[in-house]
Every structure is written in structure tokens, then in C-alpha cells.
């Protein structure tokens, strides 16, 4: 159940014929009074003799007790109350009890309180009731309806309880503002599955992914297609921004307009311009020269393998570091899936792009990020920019399907580094995150997996058995299951690449199953697959490599020392 406390208002008619009205899209159905301060209250929607002025005279009435300079501006208080989809529908009764519990609740109306506001519940929908109450006691006073929101969730709980309803993660007052009913009636009349705040947000946060100057960020604004207005002071300063979407404008066919900061806490400009603090703007070594421009750009494949590797470092973190540093590195992987969304191909984008708009919410908490520890990850976000930009947004699709692997596992650790901390809805919101990127991995894979598969299926068995003695050697506990995996000719190929490389299969093989748990891999092979071909720098896309021989290389490199758990590579290393 989902209490939701309006702004408060001037105009108690207004809002009761709103109430009472057809909605903006004729969604108000049969509206009509559950529960009031009075039984005997007027029902203008069941009572033909009954109007909305006649409801909104009885309660203004305290109000307009009061001498005129002692009455409140804004006097109207106006609460939602809906339940989950998945909910059943309440009866009126049980309905009117809520809105008691609410006002009670909320101290509009205390249980036993003879002197307390009017109010009104008003029900013109299966799922929700709106609330209107006048602040203005029958004593004269107001009333204290300080903390009002929290209030109103805290009950909202035990109704979930005591109804058998959905029982809904708390919130911390860390996440964005939720459109309004009259923003979400007027994107449905439009035929938009989003609103323009929730547009706006997506899209701010897309442009904000890696950025390391004003300017390169209200760039990336207009280049979107955006309406961007600079709040500049008197001394020339840059104070603020809002932006608009170019269709949405009010009655007079202005813009609207809405501040970074209405979108979302962390999009104010001093808050977007903390990412950047103390970081670096220097090109990237692996970055090459655009022969018509002359400037510096990394190619795409190279992009994916240093995020890839920056999300592997942030796993470790997650799992053993401070909170700050793990708050910094929450949000900076937000980036890098921003990042990963703007630059996606069309059979991944949609889910990718819905990844980013879950785990957003996920990003914010009210423990304080330190984001010196995220610049690795700010940086792969802004590689991953501009590679896409490189190549018109051309992908490499076999290293996209290596960084979608290691970014799950990134989200899964902040989704158990949340429930540990008590932080639900964050929780929530990366878990569903994760679903999303597990559905755009599967889009991406199967094709590169395949091609490993096959080159497995088509090793000599002496070659089979020298990968299958590696694995038991490597990872005896796992070893019959990954054996089991349809994925295990692709692990058993890429430990040859491995070993033609140059690297001892076994002791690569060991490292990559220790650094984190496996159990939230769906395929375990497939997990090692990725991690091994990232550690031994080997092409994501094995189709470029020669095909298997019987035996191995006469002449190898040395294994590859294997680095200790207190030092990781460099965030630039692959």
C-alpha cells in the first residue's frame, strides 16, 4: 500500500471537483464519499441534492472561522492512498477504515481528538482513495502534521499487515519524486509509457555518465534533444540548470521545465559536479586518434574490457570495503550501466536501458559516497561513451556480453550489500536490475558461447582430457557439476586459449572461481568462460583464434604470476 502526501493547497473546491469529476482521461469511475469527520457529511457523487460546493462550505468552515489575516495560505491537505496491483480490491468499508487509520495516523484527525481537522475520503477508483482535509482545527489551531509522509508509510505497514496485503519495502526519503497522478493521466492520454519527469530523469542521468566538465555535460543535454535552461548569477557563476522536453508545454505552449534537483536528489548540479571532484580528464592510453577530427577515441571493444575489469574491481569492494567506498561505487556502476544502455544495440538496448532505470534507485542512500575511490569506474563510463560515439553507437558483441556479465554480478553485490544495511527498496531495485541484465545477456551470448562450444566439441579427446584434468586440479568441488553444463566445451576451448597464451590453465582457472562466489551464476562454466577471457586478455569473440591442435605450443611464456588478494590490477589493465 502506497501513501502519497500532495503538495498543499489554496483551493478545496478545486480539488473536490477534480475528485469528483471525470479525470483527465475519464479514468474516475462511480467517485463517491467512503468516510468523513461527519457520517451526515454531504456525498455530491451519491446524493443528487449534494454538490461539491456544499461538501467544500462544511469543511472550510474552520478556516473561515478565523480572522482573514490569521488563516493559513494554503490550507488543503490532500493525501493518496493506492494499493499494488496484485492486491484484491478493498470494499468501501475496508477502505474507510484506512482512510481513518490514515488521519489518525498522520495527526489531521487523532483517534478520541473532538476538535480535530474535517476531512474527507473520496474513492472514484478500485484501487485508491484521495484524502482532502482543511489544516484548521475546530479550536482554532492547525494541525501538527509535521513528518506527515513518514507517518503515513509507517501505518501504511501495519494495514499490509492487518489486510494480508502486499507488504511494500520501506524507503529511506532518498529516492526520486514519483510523478503526480495528473502527470501520469496526462502521459496515458498521450499515449507515453513514461512521464516527462521520468523521461527527463533517464536522460539526465545518460548524459551525467562519466562527464568531467559543466560543459561537456550541458553538451551532452542538447545533443539529446533536450530543452536546457543555466541558472547564472549576478557574478557570472553557474548556480543551477533545469531542462524540458521539447512536446511538453503547459496551456499557454510554454516549456515545462524541471530542475536538476526535482528529477532527482543526486542530479543537482552540485551534486553531478561531486563526480568529477579531484578526477581526471586525461585521454585514455588505449585511445586512438580520429583521423578527420584529430582527437582521441578509444575503440568500443576496448571501452567493454576496462569496464569490465573496473566492475570486477568494484565487486571485490563491495564485498569486503568501507561503506563509503561502496556507496561511491554503487552509484559510479550506475554510470557505467548508463553508459552501457546509451551505447547498446537495438536486441539489448530496451533491456538495458530498463536495467539502468531500476537500478538508479539503487544508486542513492543516506550514506555518504566517497568517490575518490569510484574514478575507475567514471572512467570506464565515460570510455564506454565515447567509443559509442567513436562508431555511431556500433558495438562490439562479444565484449558486450563479457561486461553484462560482470555487471550483474556487480549488481547482485550491491543488491546483498543493501539488504545487509536494511536499505530495502535499494535492495529491490537491484535485484530487479539484475533480472533485466540477465534477460539482455541472454540476448548477447549465446551466439559467442556457441562458437566456443563448438570449438570445444571439436578438440581432439586427448586435448578434452587435459582441460577436464585442469578443471579437477583447479576446482575439484566444482568440477562434476561444470562437467554437467551444456557451457563446459566453451570453458574447456578457452582453457586452451589460456594455455596457448602463454598462462597455466590450472592456477588461472583457481583464481578466477576463488575471487567471488559462483552460487548466483546460472551457469558456472559460462561465468568462468567470461572471467578468463578477460584475466588472460584473450579475444571476447573466439571465432578470430586458429582452431585447436592435439597437442600444446612447444614453446610457451611463463605462467602468468598469479597477483595476491590484497593488490588488483590497475583499473586501465586488461
Known sequence: ????????????????????????????????????????????????????????????????????DERPALHVWHLSVRAAPEDPILTDEQWADIARRMVSATGIAPDGDDAACRWAAVRHADDHIHIIATVVRHDGRQARIRRDGARAQAEARKIEIDYGLRRVNVGDGTAAKHPSSAERHKANRQGKERTPREELRETV?????????????????????????????????????????????????????????????????????????????EPDQDATTDRSSGSKR???????????????????????????????????????LDALAKTSAAHTRQELRDAAFAFERATRSHIRAERKHAHGLRKAARNLVQGGQALGRVEDGATTAMLIDMVFFLVTAAAHWHAMKGHAQQAAAARQAAEHLRAAYQATAPMYLGVMRDRGRRMSLPLQRKQTAYLRQAVPELAEQVLAEPGWYALASTLADVERAGHDPAALLAEAAERRELGTAESISDVLVWRLRRMADLPADASTLPEHTTTAPSATRPAAKRPTKSKERPANSR
Do not use: C
Open 298 to 336: 578509444i575503440r568500443p571493444s576496448d571501452a567493454r574490457r576496462q569496464a569490465t575489469t573496473a566492475s570486477w574491481q568494484a565487486v571485490l569492494i563491495i564485498d569486503q570495503g568501507e561503506d563509503g567506498q561502496i556507496s561511491a561505487l554503487i552509484a559510479a556502476g550506475g554510470e557505467v
Open 1 to 68: 500500500m502506497i501513501p502519497s502526501v500532495n503538495d498543499m493547497g489554496d483551493k478545496t473546491l478545486g480539488l473536490l471537483i477534480y475528485l469528483y469529476g471525470p479525470g483527465d482521461a475519464e479514468e474516475h469511475i462511480d467517485p463517491h464519499l467512503v468516510a468523513a469527520w461527519d457520517s451526515l457529511a454531504p456525498d455530491p457523487g451519491r446524493d443528487p441534492d449534494a454538490t461539491e460546493a456544499d461538501l467544500q462550505l462544511l469543511l472550510d468552515q474552520p478556516v473561515m472561522a478565523l480572522p482573514e
Open 205 to 281: 542521468r545518460r548524459a551525467a555518465a562519466g562527464v568531467t566538465s559543466d560543459k561537456e555535460f550541458f553538451d551532452r543535454l542538447t545533443a539529446a534533444g533536450l530543452l536546457v535552461h543555466q541558472r547564472v548569477a549576478p557574478s557570472g557563476d553557474l548556480l543551477g540548470y533545469k531542462v524540458a522536453l521539447s512536446d511538453d508545454r503547459n496551456e499557454d505552449q510554454e516549456p515545462i521545465y524541471y530542475s536538476g534537483s526535482t528529477l532527482a536528489p543526486d542530479l543537482s548540479l552540485p551534486r553531478i559536479r561531486e563526480r568529477w571532484a579531484g578526477g581526471t580528464s
